[in-house]
């Protein structure tokens, strides 16, 4: 699992693709500064995440 912390109590979105730009998981509109992730139902590999918000963007990799 991995655990995503937000800064600002604003909406962010996060979205989690794989290697082929699918979408694996999205959560929209957080609100709560700490997000757990459970990727233990997904095959172990790389995947990207996306968090999108009014304060900031950030895009990076997860590997499992």
Not at 16 to 42: C, H, M, P
């Amino acid at each position: 699992q991995t655990t995503f912390y937000f800064e600002n109590n604003v909406p962010q979105n996060l979205t989690i693709y794989d290697t082929n730009g699918e979408i694996v998981r999205q959560y929209n509109d957080i609100n709560n500064q700490k997000l757990i992730f459970d990727a233990s139902n997904l095959p172990s590999g790389i995947y990207f995440y996306s968090i999108d918000g009014t304060v900031s963007n950030e895009n990076k990799l997860i590997v499992y």
